[in-house]
C-alpha cells in the first residue's frame, strides 16, 4: 500500500458525525474495523453511542480523509451506499461569484491561484450552539465563540481549512495577497510576535499583514465580543511554500498541516458557504452580495488512463470491469471508457485527491477497496533457480554470533549531523539535499553515532543492561564517487557487560576502583574476537591506534592478518559527557567488507588428543610499555607446532615491584598428536620461550 512506510497523523473522530452523510447498517467496532481494512486506521474505540471517538491515525499523504466527510466517502464506498452532499449543510444560496464585493488583491499568483471570502454584517458574537460545542469537544477543540467555532467545525467536517477576520480592523477595507517585507513584523494568534523574510507568504491589509498564509492569523484582526462586521476567508495555498513558512517559524498548526500535503482547489467557495451558515444560524446577521471568488489560475489533475488489464495483471485477481467503475465513481473519480480492443477508461482524479498521479495509484485504490483478502495467494511467474546472495552466509553467521553473544539486533537511523561526521570519521561526506534537520544533513559515516543514540535512549529509560547490534551501511566518498561499505557495530552498557562476567577471571588486583572496567574491556574484547572466529584468518592481533573518541587505555584496533578490520572499546569520558550517556558504554565496529575477503572458515572435524598435555607457568618482570601482544607474537613466533594456546593468568603491580613495571604470570599448554611429550622436549621448549620473553626486555622471577 502506499501508506506503509509513510508517517501518520493521529487524530480523533466522532462516528456519529460521519453518519451524518451515510447510513452504514453496521455498529462502531464494525465500521472501523472495515475502515481499518481500507487503509483508514482506527487504532481503538473510546466512549459509547454519541459520545463515541475513533481514535485514528491517517498517511499523511491522505488530507482528504482527515475529517469526517472524507471518511464518509471511505465508509460509502466500502459499504455501496449513497454519500449525502456538503452543500445539503449550507443554508446559503448560490451566487454567481463577484469580485466586486469585498477588494482582493492577489500579487502572488503562483503561491495563491484561489482566494474565496463571503462578508456577513451585523451579527452577534456569542457561545456555539449545543451542537458544535459539544461535537468540538468531543475532538479535543476547546470552543471558543459561534464565528470560530464555524471554522473549526467546517474544518473537521470537510477538511478546508477557513479563517474569519474582524472586518472593521482591515484598514483600508481591503486585502492583499503578497509576499512580506523584509523585517515586518506579524502578531499571530497565539500571541507571539514574529519577525518576517520576503520568504514568508502573507495576507495583508492595505497597512499591514494580518495573516501568515495557511498557518495562522493574526492576533490584531481577530474575532472578539465587539466584532460585528465579518469576512470569511478560504484559499489555496502553495503546499511548498507554507511548509518553510511553518518550519521556519516553529508553527505546526491543524491549517498548515493540511495546507502543506494539498487542500481540495474546488472547496474555497464551498467552505466559506458553510462557515457563513453557522455563523447566521447561530448569531444572526446578513450575508451581504456574492461571494468573492478570485481565480488566478485553475488547478486540473491530469487525468488518468487504466487499463483493465493491468489491473488484473498487478492484482492477480479477476475484477469485472463493473466493479472497477464503481468503487472508482464512489470515491469521487470520474471514468469515462474509451477503446474497445483492450479495455480501458480514462480516469479523472477528484480535485481532493493529490496524491493520484498514476495508473498504479489508480490500481491501489481498486485494491483497498475491493480487499486485499480477497485476492488469492499466489506466487509471481519465475524460471530458474533460487541464488543466495554471496556474502549471505557471512551475514547470517555475524548475525548469528551477535545473538548468541546475548546482543539484540536494532536498526538506527542512517542520517547523522556534520559534528558527528567530524568527530567519528574523517571520510567525506554525501550531503542530504533537502535535510530534516541539521542533526539529520548528512549521510552517516561510521555507525557509531547512531549506536550511541540507541545506548543513550535506553539508559534514558532506565534501561539499565543493554547489548545492541547492527549491520548495515555508511556512505562515503572516495576519489569523487560514492560507495557504500558493509559494516557491523556492537554497543554495550558497562552494566550489561559487568552480569555476563564469571566469578574467576584474569584479574589486575592492584588496580583496585579500576579492575571492574579493565575486567569489562576484555569481556568485551571476547565478544569482538567470538564474533570473528567464523572466519578464515591466519592471524588475529591487535594494537592500540584507535579513534580519540575512545579511551585510550581500553580500546584496541583489530588487525586480521595485518590488515586493519576494526576498533573497539570503552567510550571516552568527553564522548560520554557530551552524549549525556548515564554510565560507561562499549562499542566496536567491524569492517565486514573485509570480513568478505577473507571468507567464512572451513569448519573441520578434529578429534581429541589422546595424549596428555602438559601446563608450564612463567613469572615474569616487564616495563610498561611492552604489552602482552607483544609477548603473544614473540611465542607464537617460535611456530613450536605443540604449543596449543598462550595466555596470561595474573597481573601485579607494587610490593617488591618496582615503579613503571609489573610481573605477569604467563602459562603455556603443550600437547603432541602422535605421542606423550618427554621432560627434555618440555625442557627445551620453555628454555626458547625463556630466550623469547627476555629478548622483550623481560626478567624472569624465581
Same mark, same amino acid.
Given at each position: 500500500?502506499?501508506?506503509?512506510?509513510?508517517?501518520?497523523?493521529?487524530?480523533?473522530?466522532?462516528?456519529?458525525?460521519?453518519?451524518?452523510?451515510?447510513?452504514?447498517?453496521?455498529?462502531?467496532?464494525?465500521?472501523?474495523?472495515?475502515?481499518?481494512?481500507?487503509?483508514?486506521?482506527?487504532?481503538?474505540?473510546?466512549?459509547?453511542?454519541?459520545?463515541?471517538?475513533?481514535?485514528?491515525?491517517?498517511?499523511?499523504?491522505?488530507?482528504?480523509?482527515?475529517?469526517?466527510?472524507?471518511?464518509?466517502?471511505?465508509?460509502? =464506498?466500502?459499504?455501496?451506499?449513497?454519500?449525502?452532499? !456538503?452543500?445539503?449543510?449550507?443554508?446559503?444560496?448560490?451566487?454567481?461569484?463577484?469580485?466586486?464585493?469585498?477588494?482582493?488583491?492577489?500579487?502572488?499568483?503562483?503561491?495563491?491561484?484561489?482566494?474565496?471570502?463571503?462578508? +456577513?454584517?451585523?451579527?452577534?458574537?456569542?457561545?456555539?450552539?449545543?451542537?458544535?460545542?459539544?461535537?468540538?469537544?468531543?475532538?479535543?477543540?476547546?470552543?471558543?465563540?459561534?464565528?470560530?467555532? =464555524?471554522?473549526?467545525?467546517?474544518?473537521?467536517?470537510?477538511?478546508?481549512?477557513?479563517?474569519?477576520?474582524?472586518?472593521?480592523?482591515?484598514?483600508? &477595507?481591503?486585502?492583499?495577497?503578497?509576499?512580506?517585507?523584509?523585517?515586518?513584523?506579524?502578531?499571530?494568534?497565539?500571541?507571539?510576535?514574529?519577525?518576517?523574510?520576503?520568504?514568508?507568504?502573507?495576507?495583508?491589509?492595505?497597512?499591514?499583514?494580518?495573516?501568515?498564509?495557511?498557518?495562522?492569523?493574526?492576533?490584531?484582526?481577530?474575532?472578539?465580543?465587539?466584532?460585528?462586521?465579518?469576512?470569511?476567508?478560504?484559499?489555496?495555498?502553495?503546499?511548498?511554500?507554507?511548509?518553510?513558512?511553518?518550519?521556519?517559524?516553529?508553527?505546526?498548526?491543524?491549517?498548515?498541516?493540511?495546507?502543506?500535503?494539498?487542500?481540495?482547489?474546488?472547496?474555497?467557495?464551498?467552505?466559506?458557504?458553510?462557515?457563513?451558515?453557522?455563523?447566521?444560524?447561530?448569531?444572526?446577521?446578513?450575508?451581504?452580495?456574492?461571494?468573492?471568488?478570485?481565480?488566478?489560475?485553475? +488547478?486540473?489533475? =491530469?487525468?488518468?488512463?487504466?487499463?483493465?488489464?493491468?489491473?488484473?495483471?498487478?492484482?492477480?485477481?479477476?475484477?469485472?470491469? &463493473?466493479?472497477?467503475?464503481?468503487?472508482?465513481?464512489?470515491?469521487?473519480?470520474?471514468?469515462?471508457?474509451?477503446?474497445?480492443?483492450?479495455?480501458?477508461?480514462?480516469?479523472?482524479?477528484?480535485?481532493?485527491?493529490?496524491?493520484?498521479?498514476?495508473?498504479?495509484?489508480?490500481?491501489?485504490?481498486?485494491?483497498?477497496?475491493?480487499?486485499?483478502?480477497?485476492?488469492?495467494?499466489?506466487?509471481?511467474?519465475?524460471?530458474?533457480?533460487?541464488?543466495?546472495?554471496?556474502?549471505?552466509?557471512?551475514?547470517?553467521?555475524?548475525?548469528?554470533?551477535?545473538?548468541?553473544?546475548?546482543?539484540?539486533?536494532?536498526?538506527?537511523?542512517?542520517?547523522?549531523?556534520?559534528?558527528?561526521?567530524?568527530?567519528?570519521?574523517?571520510?567525506?561526506?554525501?550531503?542530504?539535499?533537502?535535510?530534516?534537520?541539521?542533526?539529520?544533513?548528512?549521510?552517516?559515516?561510521?555507525?557509531?553515532?547512531?549506536? !550511541?543514540?540507541?545506548?543513550?535512549?535506553? $539508559?534514558?529509560?532506565?534501561?539499565?543492561?543493554?547489548?545492541?547490534?547492527?549491520? &548495515?551501511?555508511?556512505?562515503?566518498?572516495?576519489?569523487?564517487?560514492?560507495?557504500?561499505?558493509?559494516?557491523?557495530?556492537?554497543?554495550?552498557?558497562?552494566?550489561?557487560?559487568?552480569?555476563?562476567?564469571?566469578?574467576?577471571?584474569?584479574?589486575?588486583?592492584?588496580?583496585?576502583?579500576?579492575?571492574?572496567?579493565?575486567?569489562?574491556?576484555?569481556?568485551?574484547?571476547?565478544?569482538?574476537?567470538?564474533?570473528?572466529?567464523?572466519?578464515?584468518?591466519?592471524?588475529?592481533?591487535?594494537?592500540?591506534?584507535?579513534?580519540?573518541?575512545?579511551?585510550?587505555?581500553?580500546?584496541?584496533?583489530?588487525?586480521?592478518?595485518?590488515?586493519?578490520?576494526?576498533?573497539?572499546?570503552?567510550?571516552?569520558?568527553?564522548?560520554?559527557?557530551?552524549?549525556?550517556?548515564?554510565?560507561?558504554?562499549?562499542?566496536?565496529?567491524?569492517?565486514?567488507?573485509?570480513?568478505?575477503?577473507?571468507?567464512?572458515?572451513?569448519?573441520?572435524?578434529?578429534?581429541?588428543?589422546?595424549?596428555?598435555?602438559?601446563?608450564?607457568?612463567?613469572?615474569?618482570?616487564?616495563?610498561?610499555?611492552?604489552?602482552?601482544?607483544?609477548?603473544?607474537?614473540?611465542?607464537?613466533?617460535?611456530?613450536?607446532?605443540?604449543?596449543?594456546?598462550?595466555?596470561?593468568?595474573?597481573?601485579?603491580?607494587?610490593?617488591?615491584?618496582?615503579?613503571?613495571?609489573?610481573? +605477569?604470570? $604467563?602459562?603455556?599448554? !603443550?600437547?603432541?598428536?602422535?605421542?606423550?611429550?618427554?621432560?627434555?622436549?618440555?625442557?627445551?621448549?620453555?628454555?626458547?620461550?625463556?630466550?623469547?620473553?627476555?629478548?622483550?626486555?623481560?626478567?624472569?622471577?624465581?
Amino acid at each position: 500500500m502506499k501508506l506503509a512506510g509513510r508517517r501518520r497523523y493521529t487524530m480523533k473522530l466522532s462516528p456519529q458525525w460521519i453518519r451524518d452523510f451515510v447510513d452504514p447498517t453496521v455498529d462502531d467496532r464494525r465500521l472501523a474495523e472495515d475502515l481499518t481494512g481500507v487503509g483508514i486506521a482506527v487504532e481503538g474505540i473510546s466512549g459509547a453511542g454519541a459520545d463515541a471517538v475513533f481514535e485514528m491515525e491517517i498517511g499523511t499523504n491522505r488530507p482528504d480523509a482527515m475529517n469526517h466527510y472524507g471518511v464518509a466517502r471511505e465508509a460509502a =464506498a466500502i459499504y455501496n451506499l449513497p454519500l449525502k452532499q !456538503l452543500s445539503a449543510f449550507s443554508r446559503q444560496p448560490s451566487a454567481k461569484p463577484s469580485p466586486k464585493s469585498f477588494p482582493i488583491t492577489v500579487e502572488e499568483p503562483a503561491l495563491c491561484p484561489r482566494f474565496s471570502a463571503r462578508v +456577513i454584517r451585523e451579527t452577534k458574537i456569542k457561545p456555539s450552539p449545543t451542537k458544535i460545542a459539544r461535537r468540538l469537544a468531543l475532538l479535543d477543540q476547546r470552543p471558543i465563540s459561534n464565528a470560530v467555532d =464555524a471554522t473549526n467545525y467546517v474544518l473537521w467536517e470537510m477538511g478546508k481549512p477557513t479563517h474569519v477576520f474582524d472586518m472593521d480592523l482591515l484598514e483600508g &477595507g481591503r486585502l492583499i495577497i503578497r509576499r512580506a517585507k523584509d523585517g515586518e513584523k506579524l502578531k499571530t494568534l497565539d500571541g507571539v510576535e514574529r519577525r518576517l523574510t520576503s520568504e514568508d507568504l502573507v495576507v495583508a491589509d492595505a497597512v499591514k499583514p494580518v495573516g501568515l498564509a495557511g498557518v495562522m492569523g493574526g492576533f490584531d484582526t481577530m474575532i472578539t465580543d465587539k466584532t460585528r462586521n465579518i469576512l470569511i476567508e478560504s484559499a489555496w495555498w502553495d503546499p511548498a511554500t507554507v511548509r518553510k513558512s511553518s518550519r521556519r517559524h516553529g508553527l505546526h498548526t491543524d491549517a498548515s498541516h493540511r495546507f502543506e500535503r494539498g487542500a481540495d482547489f474546488e472547496a474555497t467557495v464551498l467552505s466559506c458557504d458553510l462557515v457563513a451558515a453557522l455563523i447566521l444560524e447561530s448569531g444572526g446577521g446578513e450575508s451581504v452580495g456574492n461571494v468573492v471568488d478570485v481565480v488566478s489560475r485553475q +488547478i486540473d489533475l =491530469a487525468p488518468v488512463v487504466l487499463r483493465v488489464s493491468e489491473v488484473r495483471r498487478i492484482l492477480g485477481g479477476y475484477l469485472e470491469a &463493473g466493479e472497477i467503475f464503481r468503487i472508482l465513481k464512489k470515491l469521487g473519480f470520474t471514468v469515462i471508457p474509451e477503446g474497445q480492443a483492450d479495455a480501458q477508461f480514462r480516469v479523472h482524479i477528484p480535485s481532493w485527491r493529490l496524491d493520484v498521479e498514476r495508473e498504479i495509484d489508480v490500481i491501489e485504490e481498486i485494491a483497498r477497496l475491493h480487499g486485499y483478502d480477497k485476492f488469492e495467494n499466489t506466487l509471481p511467474a519465475f524460471s530458474g533457480a533460487v541464488v543466495e546472495l554471496p556474502q549471505a552466509a557471512m551475514d547470517a553467521g555475524l548475525r548469528g554470533r551477535a545473538l548468541a553473544l546475548g546482543y539484540n539486533e536494532a536498526v538506527s537511523l542512517t542520517f547523522i549531523s556534520h559534528a558527528d561526521a567530524e568527530k567519528f570519521c574523517s571520510a567525506s561526506v554525501l550531503e542530504v539535499e533537502n535535510p530534516l534537520s541539521e542533526e539529520a544533513s548528512v549521510m552517516r559515516t561510521s555507525m557509531a553515532p547512531g549506536m !550511541l543514540d540507541m545506548l543513550a535512549w535506553n $539508559l534514558n529509560r532506565d534501561s539499565e543492561n543493554v547489548r545492541l547490534f547492527e549491520m &548495515g551501511r555508511v556512505y562515503e566518498l572516495r576519489g569523487g564517487e560514492r560507495v557504500e561499505p558493509a559494516r557491523l557495530c556492537l554497543g554495550a552498557t558497562l552494566a550489561a557487560v559487568k552480569a555476563s562476567l564469571p566469578v574467576a577471571g584474569v584479574l589486575d588486583v592492584s588496580k583496585g576502583e579500576h579492575a571492574a572496567a579493565a575486567e569489562a574491556f576484555r569481556s568485551f574484547k571476547g565478544d569482538v574476537e567470538n564474533l570473528l572466529a567464523a572466519f578464515a584468518y591466519g592471524e588475529l592481533g591487535f594494537d592500540r591506534e584507535t579513534a580519540e573518541y575512545f579511551h585510550p587505555g581500553r580500546s584496541a584496533r583489530v588487525l586480521i592478518d595485518g590488515a586493519v578490520v576494526g576498533q573497539f572499546g570503552q567510550i571516552a569520558e568527553t564522548v560520554k559527557a557530551e552524549r549525556k550517556l548515564r554510565q560507561d558504554v562499549l562499542l566496536a565496529e567491524i569492517d565486514v567488507e573485509r570480513l568478505h575477503v577473507v571468507g567464512l572458515r572451513t569448519v573441520r572435524f578434529a578429534p581429541l588428543g589422546k595424549y596428555p598435555a602438559v601446563e608450564r607457568d612463567f613469572s615474569f618482570v616487564f616495563r610498561d610499555e611492552v604489552e602482552f601482544e607483544a609477548m603473544r607474537r614473540a611465542v607464537i613466533g617460535l611456530g613450536i607446532p605443540e604449543l596449543r594456546e598462550f595466555k596470561p593468568v595474573e597481573i601485579f603491580r607494587g610490593g617488591a615491584i618496582g615503579t613503571g613495571k609489573y610481573s +605477569i604470570l $604467563l602459562r603455556v599448554k !603443550l600437547q603432541s598428536d602422535e605421542g606423550t611429550l618427554r621432560d627434555e622436549q618440555i625442557a627445551a621448549w620453555a628454555a626458547q620461550i625463556v630466550a623469547a620473553l627476555q629478548g622483550l626486555g623481560g626478567v624472569q622471577r624465581a
